[in-house]
């Protein structure tokens, strides 16, 4: 079966191969060696010189844990679907002062929105997700950084769970002080393992806050790494290990660069095809390099065309929630090759 749904994905047979190293204690050299590894070829792909820790969790975790240890007196949430809705959920769950800036499905935050919402001077801390998974669209965030780095009191938090590794996400220059990952979507891994990186700023932060939990508390973890390349509990090892094997192969065998092609090019033919096929979802300027929403214009019985598709081998991506039959999504990430996609679209165009 190959997986045709925005993460997880179909991970390298070398990189499964890896969970099966053997078992080794997290408490000794070998995974602080291991750990600054990651972190080092982390750091090349964000990069940044900002510490990356990993989260045994999924991204949600890393999530929780950034907008938990870090937010002060009152955060804005921006969202533009879903994955954005998430953050204000999390910010309420742990009944953090918060307010909501939602913008509709398809559209991108509004720019002239955001500085205003800025301007207010009123929020320590802000979210703002970078590939919204659920509607494909990917915020500007060259735009968005110009108008957070007038605010040097904001601490920034980017959700980029679907499209680290996939797309260029220079973190420094773009003054981001944590930004979320996970390991299930561009980076090519299963399930389980969210990265994040932590700047100075973030760290000044963490040790002004009162409450942030236990597990998911930023401070303990970043603490631990800084004194051990360790963590304060059991990390999974063994997706540290496929990790370490992915980050090397993204490094010195595919090159970050050539990733982040491959990512434009697979994106920019998908559009060539729904444009022809379909609507993209999607507003025209901000659409996704990693996923592509489709409107369903041709009125597919998409629960059908799952069924027809599961049959041929491919695992078919619906729309997300309320838009399960009136859009599917078309994944383009990770160690997606462009002959794989093609074969995929002619299957669909031939339904
Ligand atoms: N943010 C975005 C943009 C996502 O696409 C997802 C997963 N689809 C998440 C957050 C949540 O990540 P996880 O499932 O790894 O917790």
Redesign the pocket.
């Known amino acids: 079966m190959k997986l045709f749904i925005?993460?997880p994905v179909d991970v390298r047979p070398e990189v499964l191969d890896a969970l099966r190293h053997e078992q080794i204690s997290h408490r000794s050299k070998d995974i602080s060696i291991l750990q600054a590894r990651i972190e080092s070829n982390l750091q090349k792909i964000w990069y940044t010189k900002n510490a990356v820790l990993l989260s045994s969790s999924?991204?949600?975790?890393a999530?929780e844990m950034a907008l938990r240890s870090l937010t002060k007196k009152k955060a804005a949430v921006f969202s533009c679907g879903a994955?954005g809705d998430?953050f204000y959920e999390i910010a309420t769950y742990n009944a953090l002062d918060v307010d909501f800036y939602r913008f509709d499905d398809g559209k991108p935050i509004d720019l002239n929105v955001f500085e205003e919402v800025l301007n207010k001077g009123i929020y320590d801390t802000i979210t703002v997700?970078h590939?919204?998974?659920s509607t494909g669209v990917m915020n500007d965030l060259d735009s968005l950084s110009k108008i957070w780095g007038k605010h040097p009191e904001v601490v920034v938090i980017v959700?980029a769970?679907?499209s680290f590794a996939g797309v260029k996400i220079p973190v420094d220059d773009l003054k981001i002080d944590v930004c979320v990952a996970?390991s299930?979507?561009a980076l090519g891994l299963p399930?389980g393992l969210?990265v994040l990186s932590a700047s100075d700023k973030a760290v000044k932060r963490m040790n002004e806050i009162g409450y942030r939990g236990y597990y998911l508390d930023l401070k303990r973890v970043y603490e631990k790494h800084i004194q051990s390349h360790q963590y304060p509990t059991t990390p999974n090892t063994a997706l540290m290990h496929a990790l370490d094997v992915q980050l090397d192969y993204i490094v010195n065998v595919e090159g970050i660069e050539n990733r982040f092609k491959r990512h434009k090019e697979l994106a920019e033919y998908t559009r060539d095809w729904v444009n022809k096929h379909f609507e993209c979802f999607a507003e025209e300027g901000y659409r996704s390099d990693t996923v592509t929403s489709v409107i369903n214009s041709k009125g597919l019985d998409l629960d059908d065309v799952k069924a027809t598709l599961k049959a041929k081998g491919y695992i078919f991506s619906q729309g997300y929630g309320k838009y399960k039959q009136r859009a599917f999504r078309i994944p383009h990430m990770a160690d997606r090759t462009l002959d794989d996609l093609k074969a995929y679209l002619k299957e669909i165009e031939s339904l």
Do not use: C, I, L, W
């Open positions: 925005p993460g999924s991204g949600t975790g999530m994955f998430r997700t590939n919204e998974t959700d769970v679907s996970s299930q979507k399930p969210a």
